[in-house]
């Protein structure tokens, strides 16, 4: 074999120009449009023991629409399963759709009582709304919340609201999107019975997948209904008078959700099949018995049950000759987050909450699986701030920290009975600081300095993390680094 042609040569520029001849530009545009009409009004209705009642009511209708063309290369023919150019790039072709919500609101705060014994004050909240969409119909969601002050230190507070949430355009009609997901084969070690989930794939045993990633293609789905659920809240804010500038909430939080949109991962897909015949349709395997492409469209899965609780503690310390000082610490503790992929599925039944029972509970472990919406759920994450300001110089100190959790082994299917997340990934602590100057005779422009990542902490391990071996949505993955702002208003 000789050496490469100079591309300087006649030689080279032919080469160059049969490049360009396969190096066809691509081009796919996406369209999206929102109108919104909207109508207000705010007053007092009638006295109350405590106060005036007050309404608010209001009408909304909102028109969205997508569309989306694609270049004739990138289209998969009907019946193929590539497209004339890289698969990483092929698409099912042009998507357009629309729809339009009309809805009314109204949302009254009644002062009950107030400066009474043990009612320092009482106020009831209540809200409904009522939405008429155009392609899945009507729905009507509604709250109540409660304030009480038993006496002048202490609020308790609690809120029972519907939660409702419609697809979004994009969930309806996004253009087809490919992506490289990680699986295990059920098909692995195959000596027969299966012929359908594993089509092509020799029996005697030898079979090993040879690559641990697939080409998925992510389908919007026109037809999604809405998640329907509701979240209960209560807690209290103690501000004691022997203390002044020192306050402390806790929250209890519990969400129930149904039908969540999201897509199935590929896992659960290629799991369904094996076990139970279903979506067999969603996947090819080539030659050699390999996944070689599937099909994943979002869709209505499944229940989701989170509940935690969140702690917070603020002190303004009095001032003095050493400027001012103030102290916040925000923490969440996650009790459970208990998903149930697929109704009535047998085999993920693992009894995480009684009224769900094909459940799997995830609080504390990270599935790194970006379709299923879990990744990383720490038990505990807490962000803590010291802030200090002396005349127009000012400084903060802020810690986050993020406790540790359990990764699934390589890409273990949480749906599946037995599933363990074995592997202890470290807590992670991160601590930010800067400086600022407000500068006097410029008094709209100030300075900032700091550095982010002041201990250079880097991200843990997680060998099942996709992107550079841990968690980048969570974890900061650059470093130490400096940086400066300055801000100017006119």
Not at 399 to 425: C, I, L, N, Q
Request: aromatic share 12%; hydrophobic share 35%.
């Amino acid at each position: 074999m000789g050496p490469a042609p100079d591309p300087n040569t006649p030689a080279g520029q032919a080469q160059l120009a049969a490049l360009n001849l396969i190096n066809p530009t691509i081009t796919n545009s996406n369209e999206n449009d929102l109108k919104v009409f909207s109508a207000n009004i705010t007053g007092d209705m009638f006295e109350l023991p405590a106060g005036m009642a007050s309404l608010a009511v209001g009408v909304e209708r909102r028109e969205e629409s997508a569309s989306s063309t694609s270049d004739f290369l990138t289209i998969i023919p009907p019946g193929e399963t590539v497209c004339l150019i890289t698969q990483e790039a092929c698409t099912f072709g042009d998507i357009s759709g629309s729809f339009d919500v009309n809805e009314i609101y109204a949302e009254a705060l009644l002062p009950l009582l107030s400066d009474m014994p043990f009612a320092d004050k009482l106020t009831v909240t209540l809200g409904t709304r009522y939405s008429d969409y155009s392609n899945f119909g009507g729905t009507t969601n509604s709250k109540i919340g409660v304030e009480w002050k038993p006496f002048a230190d202490l609020l308790v507070r609690a809120t029972y609201a519907d939660v409702f949430r419609a697809p979004t355009i994009g969930d309806l009609y996004a253009p087809t999107v490919p992506s490289a997901n990680t699986y295990t084969d059920p098909c692995n070690g195959y000596t027969g019975g299966n012929p359908v989930a594993c089509a092509g794939v020799p029996t005697d045993g030898s079979f090993q997948q040879s690559n641990n990633q697939v080409t998925s293609f992510q389908v919007a789905d026109p037809n999604l209904q809405p998640e329907e659920g509701n979240v209960l809240t209560y807690g209290f804010v103690y501000s004691p008078g022997w203390l002044e500038g020192f306050s402390v909430t806790a929250d209890y939080w519990r969400v129930k959700l149904d039908q969540f949109i999201t897509n199935l991962p590929e896992n659960v897909i290629l799991n369904q099949c094996f076990n139970q015949g279903r979506y067999c349709d969603t996947f090819v395997r080539d030659d050699a018995g390999d996944v070689a492409q599937m099909t994943n469209v979002i869709g209505n899965f499944g229940s989701l049950k989170t509940s935690g609780v969140d702690i917070g503690m603020r002190y303004m310390f009095p001032e003095s000759a050493w400027g001012k000082f103030s102290w916040n610490l925000d923490a969440t503790y996650l009790a459970e987050y208990n998903v149930r992929l697929l109704a009535g599925d047998p085999t993920s039944d693992v009894g995480a909450f009684p009224e769900i029972p094909e459940s799997v509970g995830l609080a504390g472990t990270f599935v790194d699986n970006a379709s299923s919406g879990f990744g990383n759920l720490a038990r505990w994450r807490a962000l803590n701030d010291i802030s200090w300001s002396l005349g127009n110089l000012s400084a903060s100190i802020t810690t986050r920290y993020v406790h540790h959790v359990y990764e699934a082994p390589d890409v273990a299917d949480p749906s599946e009975p037995g599933f363990v997340a074995k592997r202890r990934v470290p807590s992670y602590t991160q601590t930010d600081f800067q400086i600022g100057y407000q500068f006097e005779e410029l008094k709209n422009s100030s300075i900032q300095v700091g550095v982010r990542n002041l201990t250079d902490r880097q991200p843990p391990l997680i060998y099942s993390g996709f992107n550079a071996s841990t968690d980048m949505r969570t974890y900061d993955a650059i470093g130490r680094y400096y940086w400066m702002r300055w801000t100017a208003r006119f």
